[in-house]
């Protein structure tokens, strides 16, 4: 079937049943929301022409969630793989994409990492300090380049927490024991956020225990008259890695430590017309694996990536709208006793611009991004976004793109007795599409999506036969996924308490499943249905509740349903909090061969110093 044909099916079926995609955000907040993942030209939220989903510090508050890993996995159109609790390794695909495909972003800053995108969700940060996050859909690469496959998730931290302390402290199943302080102060000529937390478990399951930690300030300097923003990450991770990469047949106790650390330093100059955000920041990775955990000698691979990067980001306003232009040089490096010492220079130029028309009630927003590689060369990925007001609440958009992505150093050079690389892999590209509706009202937000996406040299772990036992990396024939979302959020009182009631549902289609799942390791897993609702009730002053139901259905016959409660009582300066994880017991797998845990409670209690 073509791509015109397929395209015009998806529109047909999905707009004739009017399903709609929404945020759970009141209107007044939406008017107030700018959306920075944009990098260049920062729009309100109800103006963009992309798919982007906005996760409030109030949503993060009603989510029943933990940590970033959870909390995604909320959000329809975004599988979030897990291989246990506490985020010690989560795999992260928007739409059908693999792992590699999607990038993350912290305060705007790209956090993809060269040996693997294994390693992308080492660099979420703790709850506690973040400010919202932003979730951007589709072909994002003429935005941020090329790791931007599938899509983007920008994590953008708190400004500020007003001279306050607050510490927190949680216990429950499976020997969890998490604390943490997170303090804030604010100076004559400067403010500062400080976090500390430890996160730990001795595991639902035999070697599934860990110990994570992690570390973050944000720093504004020179207040008054320029300010500087500095901040710096530190997240290291230790885990029993129990059937992370090899089936139970083979009796393996595998074992993981992890580091991810980040500094960077950014400051904004502008005027009436003109703004430019210059930034210096160095990202590091550091990875340690053992396959048997009590004997490191028998196996074991180390691997330290380092991302030293310079950008400019900048827009000028005039009569014809706004120009947005950029600048990203990066030096890349690895050094490891498998994947060998390599390094590689990437420079990238940002180039788009955005028209109004119509009295301002149609924008026209072409782009393009052009980077050079030092080892994959020079290569561009143009695209444009189209966006209509209807009414003031009624919005219609579309976009088209080419998107990108180079084979990662695990790609081409990994080797062990059942995996191997592929130095002759071409990088891999598609050609996206995408239409939709976004309709706000203070009671009721929703929206809807369709998309397609012709995919070429995708990369998969291929064998040749099934007597064959090595799995090598292979560009594999072009492969088609088109899918819609929606998404819609009800807001209404009971007894003057705020109440929301929202839904998410996400379908993907692809042919993937047409080659033979015996013959590949990784891509035949694509979580085809997905469907999400979220309560977030209060029927008292201090007590909330909230209740999410999580269903999803897997190319491979996988069908389970999830259900997690949370339930926050806040008495003045304290708040007490319970949450419930898989509270029937559901029995179903994420990623590999790791069953997830059985039904589960945290209970909490922090305390607010102001």
């Given at each position: 079937?073509?791509?015109?044909?397929?395209?015009?099916?998806?529109?047909?079926?999905?707009?004739?049943?009017?399903?709609?995609?929404?945020?759970?955000?009141?209107?007044?907040?939406?008017?107030?929301?700018?959306?920075?993942?944009?990098?260049?030209?920062?729009?309100?939220?109800?103006?963009?022409?992309?798919?982007?989903?906005?996760?409030?510090?109030?949503?993060?508050?009603?989510?029943?969630?933990?940590?970033?890993?959870?909390?995604?996995?909320?959000?329809?159109?975004?599988?979030?793989?897990?291989?246990?609790?506490?985020?010690?390794?989560?795999?992260?695909?928007?739409?059908?994409?693999?792992?590699?495909?999607?990038?993350?972003?912290?305060?705007?800053?790209?956090?993809?990492?060269?040996?693997?995108?294994?390693?992308?969700?080492?660099?979420?940060?703790?709850?506690?300090?973040?400010?919202?996050?932003?979730?951007?859909?589709?072909?994002?690469?003429?935005?941020?380049?090329?790791?931007?496959?599938?899509?983007?998730?920008?994590?953008?931290?708190?400004?500020?927490?007003?001279?306050?302390?607050?510490?927190?402290?949680?216990?429950?199943?499976?020997?969890?024991?998490?604390?943490?302080?997170?303090?804030?102060?604010?100076?004559?000529?400067?403010?500062?956020?400080?976090?500390?937390?430890?996160?730990?478990?001795?595991?639902?399951?035999?070697?599934?225990?860990?110990?994570?930690?992690?570390?973050?300030?944000?720093?504004?300097?020179?207040?008054?008259?320029?300010?500087?923003?500095?901040?710096?990450?530190?997240?290291?991770?230790?885990?029993?890695?129990?059937?992370?990469?090899?089936?139970?047949?083979?009796?393996?106790?595998?074992?993981?430590?992890?580091?991810?650390?980040?500094?960077?330093?950014?400051?904004?100059?502008?005027?009436?017309?003109?703004?430019?955000?210059?930034?210096?920041?160095?990202?590091?990775?550091?990875?340690?694996?053992?396959?048997?955990?009590?004997?490191?000698?028998?196996?074991?691979?180390?691997?330290?990536?380092?991302?030293?990067?310079?950008?400019?980001?900048?827009?000028?306003?005039?009569?014809?709208?706004?120009?947005?232009?950029?600048?990203?040089?990066?030096?890349v490096s690895i050094n490891s006793n498998n994947l060998g010492n390599r390094d590689r220079f990437m420079a990238t130029a940002f180039l788009e611009h955005r028209f109004k028309l119509d009295n301002g009630k149609l924008d026209i927003t072409p782009g393009v991004a052009m980077t050079y590689f030092s080892d994959f060369k020079f290569n561009a990925f143009p695209g444009i976004d189209i966006g209509y007001a209807i009414t003031n609440n009624l919005r219609a958009y579309g976009n088209v793109g080419f998107t990108y992505r180079i084979p990662t150093y695990t790609d081409l050079f990994y080797s062990d007795p059942a995996t191997a690389g592929?130095?002759?892999?071409?990088?891999?590209?598609?050609?996206?599409?995408?239409?939709?509706?976004?309709?706000?009202?203070?009671?009721?937000?929703?929206?809807?999506?369709?998309?397609?996406?012709?995919?070429?040299?995708?990369?998969?772990?291929?064998?040749?036969?099934?007597?064959?036992?090595?799995?090598?990396?292979?560009?594999?024939?072009?492969?088609?996924?088109?899918?819609?979302?929606?998404?819609?959020?009800?807001?209404?009182?009971?007894?003057?308490?705020?109440?929301?009631?929202?839904?998410?549902?996400?379908?993907?289609?692809?042919?993937?499943?047409?080659?033979?799942?015996?013959?590949?390791?990784?891509?035949?897993?694509?979580?085809?249905?997905?469907?999400?609702?979220?309560?977030?009730?209060?029927?008292?002053?201090?007590?909330?509740?909230?209740?999410?139901?999580k269903h999803a259905e897997r190319t491979t016959g996988q069908s389970y349903n999830v259900w997690d409660a949370s339930l926050v009582m806040k008495l003045k300066q304290m708040e007490f909090t319970v949450t419930a994880s898989n509270i029937f017991d559901a029995d179903y797998i994420e990623a590999g061969f790791v069953p997830m845990p059985p039904s589960n409670v945290l209970f909490g209690l922090r305390y607010t110093l102001n």
């Open positions: 079937m073509s791509f015109k044909t397929n395209f015009l099916y998806i529109a047909i079926s999905v707009l004739g049943t009017c399903t709609l995609f929404a945020q759970n955000l009141p209107l007044e907040e939406l008017d107030s929301v700018t959306v920075t993942s944009t990098q260049r030209i920062n729009l309100p939220f109800k103006k963009n022409s992309r798919t982007i989903t906005i996760i409030t510090k109030a949503d993060i508050k009603n989510s029943a969630a933990v940590n970033v890993a959870d909390l995604l996995q909320q959000v329809a159109g975004v599988d979030i793989r897990r291989r246990g609790t506490g985020g010690s390794q989560a795999d992260l695909y928007i739409r059908g994409g693999g792992f590699d495909q999607t990038l993350l972003l912290i305060d705007g800053i790209k956090m993809d990492d060269s040996q693997t995108g294994h390693h992308t969700m080492n660099a979420a940060l703790p709850i506690e300090v973040i400010e919202r996050i932003e979730i951007v859909k589709g072909p994002a690469a003429r935005v941020f380049g090329q790791n931007a496959f599938t899509g983007a998730i920008n994590i953008v931290t708190k400004k500020t927490v007003e001279n306050t302390v607050s510490a927190n402290i949680e216990a429950g199943s499976f020997g969890q024991l998490n604390g943490n302080v997170t303090a804030g102060v604010d100076l004559e000529n400067s403010s500062h956020i400080v976090h500390v937390g430890r996160v730990t478990s001795e595991g639902y399951r035999f070697n599934s225990d860990y110990d994570n930690a992690n570390y973050f300030i944000k720093s504004t300097f020179n207040e008054d008259k320029q300010p500087i923003q500095m901040i710096a990450t530190f997240m290291e991770r230790k885990f029993g890695a129990q059937n992370f990469y090899t089936p139970p047949s083979r009796g393996f106790t595998e074992y993981e430590e992890t580091q991810n650390s980040l500094v960077a330093f950014t400051t904004t100059f502008k005027n009436e017309k003109f703004k430019i955000s210059p930034r210096m920041y160095w990202r590091r990775n550091q990875d340690m694996f053992l396959l048997r955990r009590e004997d490191p000698s028998f196996f074991r691979n180390f691997h330290i990536t380092n991302k030293v990067g310079a950008e400019a980001n900048a827009s000028y306003s005039s009569n014809l709208g706004i120009t947005g232009f950029g600048l990203d040089l990066a030096s592929n130095p002759d892999l071409e990088p891999e590209e598609a050609f996206a599409q995408e239409i939709g509706l976004k309709y706000f009202s203070p009671k009721f937000n929703a929206s809807i999506a369709v998309f397609n996406r012709d995919a070429e040299n995708l990369i998969d772990y291929i064998r040749p036969n099934v007597n064959e036992g090595i799995f090598t990396a292979t560009n594999i024939r072009e492969v088609n996924t088109k899918g819609l979302e929606f998404d819609a959020a009800y807001n209404f009182k009971i007894s003057e308490f705020n109440q929301t009631l929202g839904f998410g549902y996400s379908y993907l289609d692809d042919n993937i499943m047409d080659q033979n799942p015996e013959l590949s390791r990784y891509s035949l897993n694509t979580l085809r249905h997905q469907f999400i609702t979220r309560l977030s009730t209060q029927l008292f002053k201090n007590i909330r509740q909230n209740i999410v139901y």
